[in-house]
């Protein structure tokens, strides 16, 4: 590491928390900010967990320590990872290639750590593309990896039944040194046990699936990125087929149901009697201490997503919204499954756009704002591993395109992110502290 | 009047439901916590096998239907002692399903049996509360009755009928009748009902439902309504009180736990092997060895051993001449034996094994299992039983008449028993004066 890692943090907004002093000599991770260091504040971008001081390391945190490697800090991410836009948070970081722009989110901090600091490998996590979004926005590979892969345990949860730990990095090497690292059963997570043992081999990718009508609606920088980058991987021979996936346009809602359910349940602990700010009027009769503490301290998305969420789950609106999302989830999982029968992945571009900045992000209301995510939900919804690679450059800002594999295929997609380095020029944003 | 009730049973697993936290001994409050008991984001839940080896005993017991498949589910609401505010319950796919407990004849139908934590317990202090989480995260089974019980005398003696049982099947501790807590539904007909919460103890249940009862139909006469409501049970006035307006299932917005996944129950079911309820016992032993339901019931209460020795025996020999010597000899010196049971077992078969090939007559086992099982000799045992013998003898030769009275009732019997133990001054024990008397009166008629 050549620069102090704060003196960079300063210009970019990166870290909500680094720790005092770390071993320069061994290699340098960051987590977003739900992931829990012992002793290091937590606070998953949220005020109501400010003064949460962790008294355990998340398993990932464990496994990297026993790695050899060294935790500089906690990285900014939107408010309970609900944002794409890493806007809503404690406090935004901002994109390598332009200031002016959002890195993306829910991992925004940790996609720009990865970007800015050299040989820098940055955790964060993923409740619906907050792992690949950022990744593409910010020009670095994202890895999120299947569902149950990667233990949860030390986690803060937004969204529970998705929503793995992933990987950024400026280069494929790190992620296929570090998924082992972070994988692997874990009693502490029981969604880890039923994992197959993590192969990384030389399997190839040979056969790509892009979904008919993918580009409807992106900007023509993004098509024009996508559309050559499906050349340059049919001239390494790789055969693309374009399918029908006509079944992913219900994965949006259906998410967005079982993502407010279980946030819903997920934020309710937060009342300021056990961990986190704790400066709620005790004189209150305890219902009214709940309602003004968490209208006090929770910010707008999380109350609103709260609200939704205990609204989906009432009375009969249970079986109308929610056990009905279950079923949409299966629906969707198995179109996957179908195209993957024949495929190695599915590929589509990350997002619509090129990074925003943060003058438009005002402006856009939260419908599109949650559209935004459309390539990268469906296969986080189901489970589904994924990766985002850089693949091109537009007035300067990267774009990504994702690759989605069968579940527990992370292999396919480290070969992938290898094939993408060599065949796509790949920048590196300048830093200048 | 209708009484459903919903009985938690806390579970004797040696930690807690969703982490290793151990599940008794704590010397003060907060004692036996993890960040997981106190709902620390980041924490996650692991799952105590045993719990649901537990619950599936339980389940098992009550003849309820066992899916091969279960999960839990996350129910929704904010109480101070509630370390998540939502607690990990079963909703869809409870570890029992729709079983029936019988209380005598009458048929009491088990709603569902469900595996969930327990939360903490709140305790209030001056103007404010204090919480001791060191029952958060206890294992429990809450059992839902039909609401076919009738009054509160009956729901007592179920309860009591029903914790000797679950006593049978799992090592619950004897001081375990506080540790079940139970939520008591009352309604009157035609009328909402109310349930009284949180109620320890069978003879406050009975206290409760009572109170209740009185109380609705006072209310009905006068012409007021019964308005569905959570109430408590105040067990220093032993009055209810109104508590809060009863929620409704739809109101705890229950979802799937995402953290605990799939349960593959029948996988852990197939490995246990259930202890039997005495009840369900004596029905077997009525069936497989066609002895008298009294009979069976009689053994089985008189000790859950007593009837596996029978059963033990039935297996080598006939189970009439079985159930001859468990009525007989064993059942007159069982005080002595119940202690040494698992010594003296083989020794036992061996005894009746030798009558059933016929190498000794039937007095000579009968003595021989009472030597055997007084650890005495059963040479000296036998001249005390020739002496008694002839004592008897001697007695009937005086009065001949009793054997002619005898033929028309046993009670003639007596007569001579009396003389009898009169004449040994005592040092005959009754039971075998009786014995004896009745051998050789039946060996003159």
């Not at chain 1, 999120?144 to 400026?170: C, E, K, N, W």
């Not at chain 2, 109104?242 to 852990?268: C, H, M, Q, S």
């Not at chain 2, 490995?271 to 309820?277: G, M, P, Q, V």
């Amino acid at each position: 590491m050549t620069s102090d890692p704060r003196d960079i943090d300063k210009k970019y907004n990166i870290f909500s928390e680094t720790v005092p002093s770390f071993n320069i000599k061994r290699t340098a991770f960051s987590v977003s900010d739900d992931i829990l260091v012992k002793g290091l504040q937590a606070t998953a971008g949220s005020r109501i967990l400010d003064g949460y001081y962790p008294v355990f390391d998340a398993t990932v945190v464990s496994r990297m320590n026993a790695a050899g490697c060294s935790v500089i800090g906690k990285t900014n991410m939107s408010e309970f990872g609900m944002s794409a836009f890493s806007a809503a948070g404690v406090d935004t970081p901002k994109n390598p290639f332009d200031p002016e722009r959002s890195c993306g989110g829910s991992c925004g901090g940790a996609a720009c750590a990865s970007a800015v600091l050299d040989g820098h490998i940055a955790l964060g996590t993923s409740a619906g593309g907050s792992i690949s979004v950022p990744a593409a926005l910010c020009g670095v590979f994202g890895l999120t990896p299947t569902h149950g892969r990667v233990s949860r345990y030390g986690q803060i949860d937004s969204v529970s039944s998705m929503g793995p730990i992933g990987l950024f990095a400026m280069g494929s090497e790190l992620l296929k040194k570090f998924l082992p690292v972070i994988s692997g059963k874990d009693e502490k997570d029981l969604v880890t046990a039923t994992q197959p043992e993590l192969k990384i081999g030389k399997r190839k990718l040979r056969s790509v699936a892009v979904p008919k009508n993918v580009t409807d609606g992106v900007s023509d920088a993004v098509r024009k990125a996508f559309n050559d980058s499906l050349d340059v991987l049919k001239g390494m021979s790789i055969d693309i087929e374009y399918v029908d996936m006509s079944n992913l346009r219900y994965a949006m809602p259906a998410h967005y149901i079982l993502s407010v359910t279980e946030a819903a349940t997920n934020l309710a602990k937060y009342c300021g009697m056990r961990c986190g700010r704790q400066d709620g009027d005790l004189s209150l009769p305890f219902n009214d201490y709940f309602v003004s503490f968490r209208t006090k301290y929770l910010g707008r998305e999380a109350k609103l997503r709260t609200a939704m969420g205990t609204y989906m789950t009432l009375g009969d609106n249970r079986r109308t919204f929610y056990l009905r999302a279950l079923g949409v989830r299966q629906l969707v999982l198995n179109g996957y499954k179908d195209v993957l029968r024949t495929h190695d992945a599915v590929l589509t571009p990350t997002m619509p756009f090129i990074a925003l900045k943060f003058t438009e992000i005002e402006k856009m209301n939260s419908m599109d704002s949650y559209m935004a995510s459309r390539f990268t939900v469906p296969s986080v919804f189901c489970g589904l591993p994924s990766l985002s690679a850089p693949c091109g450059y537009s007035d300067g800002m990267p774009m990504g395109i994702q690759f989605v594999s069968d579940h527990w295929n992370e292999d396919v997609l480290l070969s992938a992110a290898e094939l993408c380095e060599r065949s796509f020029k790949i920048k590196v944003p300048e830093v200048s502290p | 009047m209708k009484i459903g009730l919903e009985i938690h049973v806390q579970l004797p697993t040696r930690s807690k439901m969703f982490c290793s936290c151990p599940a008794t001994g704590a010397s003060g409050p907060n004692e036996h916590i993890c960040p997981g008991c106190m709902g620390m984001p980041g924490t996650r839940p692991s799952l105590n096998k045993e719990a649901v080896v537990i619950g599936i005993k339980l389940a098992r017991l009550l003849n309820c239907t066992v899916p091969d498949v279960a999960w839990f589910s996350r129910k929704i609401y904010f109480y101070p002692d509630l370390c998540r505010h939502y607690q990990i319950t079963q909703y869809e796919t409870p570890i029992g399903n729709a079983g029936e407990y019988y209380l005598d004849k009458k048929r009491i139908g088990i709603t569902r049996a469900h595996l969930e934590e327990d939360p903490g317990s709140m305790k209030k202090s001056g103007d404010g509360a204090l919480i001791d989480y060191n029952r958060s995260v206890m294992p429990l089974v809450e059992i839902v009755t039909d609401p076919d019980i009738s009054s509160p005398a009956e729901a007592r003696e179920f309860l009591k009928a029903l914790l000797n049982d679950i006593r049978h099947v799992v090592d619950l501790p004897d001081d375990g009748e506080r540790s079940i807590r139970v939520d008591c539904n009352i309604s009157m007909a035609g009328s909402e009902r109310c349930e009284v919460k949180n109620v320890t103890g069978l003879k406050n249940v009975e206290r409760a439902l009572t109170f209740e009862a009185v109380r609705q139909t006072k209310v009905i006469k006068s012409g007021g309504k019964i308005s569905r409501e959570t109430r408590h049970y105040d067990e220093e006035r032993k009055v209810t009180t109104a508590a809060r307006k009863k929620a409704f299932e739809g109101d705890y917005a229950y979802i799937g736990e995402p953290d605990l996944g799939a349960i593959n129950v029948k996988k852990i079911a197939d490995t246990i092997t259930t202890k039997e309820s005495p009840l369900n016992m004596a029905i077997r032993l009525q069936k497989e060895y066609g002895i008298d339901e009294k009979i069976a019931k009689q053994i089985v209460n008189t000790s859950v051993s007593m009837a596996a020795l029978f059963e033990h025996l039935a297996r080598k020999i006939s189970a009439k001449n079985a159930l001859m010597w468990i009525t007989g000899p064993i059942s007159s010196g069982w005080k002595t034996l119940e202690s040494q049971i698992n010594e003296k077992r083989d020794g036992i078969t061996d005894i009746v094994i030798q009558y059933e090939k016929d190498e000794i007559n039937r007095t000579e086992c009968s003595m021989r299992l009472k030597a055997f099982i007084f650890g005495e000799d059963p040479e000296n045992m036998k001249k005390n039983s020739a002496d008694l013998d002839a004592l008897i003898k001697k007695a009937i030769d005086e009065n001949p008449s009793v054997i002619s009275d005898y033929k028309k009732s046993d009670k003639a019997a007596n007569r001579i028993i009396g003389i009898v133990m009169k004449e040994s001054g005592g040092s005959y024990s009754s039971s075998d004066v009786v014995e004896a008397t009745k051998r050789i009166l039946n060996g003159m008629i």
